[in-house]
């Protein structure tokens, strides 16, 4: 406990490095010798509305920063009255960015602009008063101190010898002087009336910019739960556009698949599906899924229309892919049934045929870990060079059938 009240606890005495204050709590010593909002003695800063226009840029000491507070109380409030007046502005234009958070509150920004502008004009007034019984005040304080000196300079000569007196006239000014003393003193009083007026004045409206500012935050924060609203929705939206996609995706696939183990695959628009594969834009693309049955094995076949491997650049490549199902568990694995591949004739006169047999070792026939398993098929199932001896190709389509034999499933 020692350990921590010397070396950790927020709220023990510690000594400021800077005045040498021992009393300052060590949870408030970083902002005690805060160079802008610090009252540290020994740590000199800027005015600290230095950041939104007053002009005095330079570093003060202590003293001199609140001195220069006092003097510019009515210009700093006016600067944090054009800063609340630019917030609300920026307030409005975001608002009007985002018109469901109008639609909610239509009453958000009702006489905002005239009430500051209500504000800052009679803060503005109330300045130039100020300055002006200021300036008032300091021509009286000379214009007194400059008669004091003038009846001190009598009470002298009236000192003096009696040969000396001037008889009969020295009273005269000291009458008048006084009554003009007494007369200066009453208008300074009234000017310090006037100046304490002044003050409850300035009071007051740093008061309602106060309220505003709280306002102008309560409205802000309005705002940023608005916009995380409208976040949560968007995201809300985007799962729903996923989950439509998925189900439009399985809507098509449920349109070309088949559950006796064979398909019947179409491959529209040749010539530009064979053109992507040659420049490599797209060398491979995969058929519709389809099913051994109801509850077998899930399958599909990729093809290369440039070939791949041995076959690339002279030959079609035509590869079986074994897919995970979701009834994988009750299905024997690893994956035996013979694969045929059919390139049709649309004469009906010659079809290329090619078969095989997969191999019990290989890691394309096992039970599926990922999405798809390594494609195995006939890397130059048939020449580039015999399209054209044939009806395999016609209005820009061919026609590709795939069978597994499921005579002993």
Same mark, same amino acid.
């Given at each position: 406990?020692k350990v921590?009240h010397?070396?950790?606890?927020?709220?023990?005495?510690a000594?400021?490095?800077?005045?040498?204050? &021992?009393d300052?709590?060590?949870?408030?010593?970083r902002?005690?010798?805060?160079?802008?909002?610090?009252?540290c003695?020994?740590?000199?800063?800027?005015?600290?509305f230095s950041?939104?226009?007053?002009?005095?840029?330079?570093?003060?000491?202590?003293?001199?920063k609140k001195?220069?507070l *006092?003097?510019?109380?009515a210009?700093h409030?006016?600067?944090?009255?054009?800063?609340?007046?630019?917030l609300?502005?920026e307030?409005?234009?975001f608002?009007?960015?985002?018109p469901t958070?109008m639609s909610r509150?239509?009453?958000? $920004?009702t006489?905002?602009d005239?009430v500051i502008? &209500?504000?800052l004009t009679?803060?503005?007034?109330?300045?130039e008063?100020t300055?002006n /019984?200021?300036?008032?005040l300091r021509e009286?304080?000379?214009r007194?101190?400059?008669? *004091?000196?003038?009846?001190?300079?009598?009470?002298v000569s009236g000192?003096?010898?009696?040969?000396?007196?001037v008889p009969?006239e020295?009273g005269?000014?000291n009458?008048?002087?006084?009554?003009?003393?007494?007369?200066?003193e009453?208008?300074?009083?009234?000017? *310090?009336?006037?100046l304490?007026?002044?003050?409850?004045?300035?009071?007051?409206a740093?008061r309602d910019v106060?309220?505003?500012?709280?306002?102008?935050d309560?409205?802000?924060?309005?705002?940023r739960?608005q916009?995380?609203r409208v976040e949560?929705i968007?995201h809300?939206?985007a799962?729903?556009n996923v989950?439509l996609?998925?189900?439009?995706?399985?809507?098509r696939?449920? *349109?070309?698949?088949?559950n006796d183990? /064979? $398909?019947?695959?179409?491959?529209s628009?040749?010539?530009?599906k064979r053109n992507?594969?040659v420049?490599?834009?797209?060398v491979?693309?995969?058929s519709?899924?389809f099913y051994t049955?109801?509850?077998g094995?899930?399958?599909?076949a990729?093809?290369? $229309?440039?070939?791949d491997?041995v076959?690339?650049?002279?030959?079609i490549?035509?590869?079986?892919v074994?897919m995970?199902g979701?009834y994988?568990?009750?299905?024997r694995?690893?994956?035996?049934?013979?694969v045929t591949f059919?390139?049709?004739d649309?004469d009906n006169?010659?079809h290329?045929i090619?078969?095989?047999?997969?191999?019990?070792?290989s890691s394309s026939f096992q039970?599926p870990r990922?999405?798809?398993n390594?494609?195995s098929?006939c890397p130059?199932?048939?020449?580039?060079a015999e399209?054209?001896?044939?009806?395999?190709?016609?209005d820009?389509a061919?026609f590709l059938?795939i069978?597994v &034999?499921?005579?002993?499933l």
């Amino acid at each position: 406990m020692k350990v921590h009240h010397e070396n950790e606890c927020p709220g023990h005495p510690a000594v400021c490095d800077k005045c040498r204050r &021992d009393d300052i709590p060590r949870g408030r010593l970083r902002d005690h010798q805060n160079p802008i909002l610090g009252d540290c003695e020994g740590v000199e800063g800027p005015c600290p509305f230095s950041q939104i226009g007053c002009s005095k840029k330079e570093v003060l000491s202590q003293r001199e920063k609140k001195k220069h507070l *006092e003097q510019e109380n009515a210009h700093h409030t006016n600067l944090i009255l054009h800063l609340a007046l630019r917030l609300s502005k920026e307030l409005e234009a975001f608002l009007k960015r985002e018109p469901t958070v109008m639609s909610r509150s239509p009453q958000l $920004l009702t006489n905002y602009d005239s009430v500051i502008q &209500d504000i800052l004009t009679q803060m503005q007034m109330g300045a130039e008063e100020t300055r002006n /019984q200021q300036s008032k005040l300091r021509e009286h304080s000379g214009r007194i101190t400059s008669l *004091e000196r003038q009846m001190a300079s009598v009470n002298v000569s009236g000192a003096a010898p009696s040969d000396q007196r001037v008889p009969n006239e020295g009273g005269l000014p000291n009458t008048e002087n006084t009554m003009r003393t007494t007369h200066l003193e009453n208008r300074t009083a009234d000017h *310090e009336v006037l100046l304490v007026e002044n003050n409850r004045t300035i009071e007051d409206a740093r008061r309602d910019v106060g309220n505003v500012k709280r306002q102008l935050d309560t409205n802000q924060e309005s705002a940023r739960r608005q916009e995380r609203r409208v976040e949560s929705i968007e995201h809300t939206l985007a799962l729903r556009n996923v989950t439509l996609a998925d189900l439009e995706e399985f809507v098509r696939q449920q *349109e070309f698949s088949s559950n006796d183990g /064979q $398909l019947l695959w179409k491959i529209s628009d040749y010539a530009r599906k064979r053109n992507d594969a040659v420049t490599g834009q797209q060398v491979s693309f995969y058929s519709p899924c389809f099913y051994t049955s109801r509850y077998g094995y899930k399958m599909c076949a990729r093809l290369y $229309l440039n070939g791949d491997g041995v076959g690339r650049g002279t030959h079609i490549s035509v590869f079986f892919v074994v897919m995970r199902g979701q009834y994988d568990a009750l299905l024997r694995w690893p994956f035996r049934q013979k694969v045929t591949f059919m390139l049709l004739d649309q004469d009906n006169v010659e079809h290329v045929i090619d078969a095989f047999r997969p191999d019990p070792s290989s890691s394309s026939f096992q039970r599926p870990r990922r999405e798809t398993n390594i494609a195995s098929g006939c890397p130059m199932f048939c020449s580039l060079a015999e399209l054209n001896n044939h009806a395999y190709m016609r209005d820009d389509a061919m026609f590709l059938k795939i069978i597994v &034999d499921t005579s002993d499933l």
